[in-house]
C-alpha cells in the first residue's frame, strides 16, 4: 500500500510562482521572486515594475478559513487605524478578481499564496525608554483597534487548550510517557493551568490578540509609526499573554529589562488601561508562551527541522528552564 502525500513539506520554484501569480495582480511586471525566509510560512521577496512585495506561501496546515479570518481582521484593521498616530499594519494586496488569496496545488497538499506589501523601515529593538514608550502607546491602539473590529468567521481561542493541553499531548507523544520528564511535565501543566484559572478569576482583559507580539512582526518602525505584521495567530485570548512576549525580548540588556518595561507599561497605559493584576499575569502567561514554543517545537521535527536538535539536551533545557520557573514547588 502506498503512502501519500510523497511530501510532508515542499519549497515552491520562484519561476512557478512567477509564472502561476503574475497575472493574477496588478502590481505591474515581475522582474524577480526570490525565496527569502523560510520560517513556520515560506517567505518570497516579489520585485515588479512598480516595486517591492512579500509572498507568503503558508503551511498546508494552514486551511483557507485561517487565511480568510486573517485577512478580514487585517482590511478591518486597516480602516480601523486609518487615523492613528503610532500605529500601522502589513496590509496585503488584492487581486485583479477583488480575492485576497490563491490556492497552489504543492506535493504536500494545498498551500494558500498571499501578497503583501513590502515594509520599508528599521526594526527597533526596544533599547531605551523613548522607544519603549512608543511602542507600548502602539500595542494599545493596536488592542484599541481590535476591540472595534467585528470578526463573524469562526476561530480558535488563544486558550490553556491552545498553549497548554494541546503542546503537553504533542510533547509527551514525542517524548514517551515513559521518559523521566513525563511526570514532571504532566505536574508542571496542570499546576501552570491552575495558575493562570486562579488569575484569570480576577476579570483580566481579554479580547482580541495578536497572537504572536514579538521581533520584527511588531517593532518595524516608519517615522513614528510601528508597522505590525504576520497575524497569522491572531485569536482572542488575555493581553498579558499578549505582552507577555514583549516583556521577554532578549535584545534587550538584563540591567535594563525591568525599567524598560515599566516604561513600556506607561506608554500602553497613556492610551488604554491595563490593570495591575493584568500586569501580574504576565509573568504566568511567559511561562505557557515558553510551554507553547516547545510544543511548537515537536510539531515541525517531522516535517521541517529533524530531530537531530531535538533530543537530551532540548528536553533538558526545557525542564530545567519550568523546574526555575517556580510554578512546582
Request: hydrophobic share 40%; glycine share 6%; net charge negative.
Amino acid at each position: 500500500m502506498s503512502i501519500q502525500p510523497t511530501a510532508l513539506r515542499s519549497v515552491l520554484n520562484p519561476r512557478y510562482l512567477g509564472s502561476a501569480l503574475s497575472n493574477q495582480y496588478d502590481i505591474g511586471t515581475w522582474e524577480e521572486c526570490l525565496f527569502w525566509l523560510r520560517g513556520l510560512n515560506d517567505t518570497y521577496r516579489v520585485r515588479t515594475s512598480s516595486g517591492m512585495y512579500i509572498l507568503r506561501i503558508y503551511r498546508t496546515e494552514i486551511t483557507e478559513a485561517d487565511v480568510q479570518y486573517e485577512l478580514s481582521l487585517l482590511s478591518q484593521l486597516k480602516n480601523v487605524l486609518g487615523s492613528a498616530e503610532h500605529t500601522d499594519i502589513g496590509e496585503y494586496i488584492e487581486k485583479k478578481d477583488h480575492t485576497g488569496y490563491t490556492v497552489l496545488e504543492a506535493a504536500e497538499g494545498k498551500r494558500v499564496a498571499v501578497m503583501f506589501r513590502y515594509i520599508e523601515g528599521t526594526e527597533n529593538n526596544l533599547e531605551d525608554e523613548e522607544s519603549c514608550y512608543a511602542f507600548g502607546q502602539s500595542a494599545a491602539e493596536l488592542h484599541e483597534a481590535m476591540d472595534q473590529v467585528n470578526m463573524e468567521l469562526p476561530r480558535y481561542e488563544l486558550d490553556l487548550k491552545l498553549l497548554i493541553d494541546e503542546p503537553l499531548e504533542r510533547i509527551i507523544h514525542y517524548i514517551g510517557e515513559n521518559n523521566e520528564a513525563a511526570a514532571f511535565l504532566h505536574t508542571f501543566a496542570t499546576t501552570l493551568k491552575e495558575r493562570i484559572v486562579a488569575t484569570s478569576r480576577q476579570d483580566l482583559d481579554f479580547g482580541l490578540c495578536h497572537g504572536d507580539m514579538h521581533g520584527n512582526n511588531n517593532v518595524f518602525q516608519q517615522e513614528h509609526q510601528f508597522i505590525h505584521y504576520d497575524f497569522e495567530w491572531a485569536a482572542k485570548g488575555w493581553r498579558a499573554y499578549d505582552l507577555a512576549q514583549v516583556k521577554v525580548r532578549k535584545r534587550q540588556s538584563d540591567e535594563r529589562k525591568a525599567a524598560l518595561w515599566e516604561t513600556l507599561m506607561a506608554g500602553y497605559r497613556s492610551v488604554r488601561s491595563f490593570s495591575a493584576e493584568d500586569e501580574q499575569a504576565v509573568d504566568l502567561f511567559i511561562v505557557a508562551r515558553r510551554f507553547w514554543v516547545m510544543g511548537l517545537d515537536v510539531a515541525f521535527i517531522e516535517s521541517d527541522t529533524g530531530a537531530l536538535d531535538y533530543g537530551s539536551d532540548w528536553l533538558d533545557s526545557f525542564v530545567e528552564e519550568f523546574r526555575e520557573a517556580d510554578i512546582v514547588s
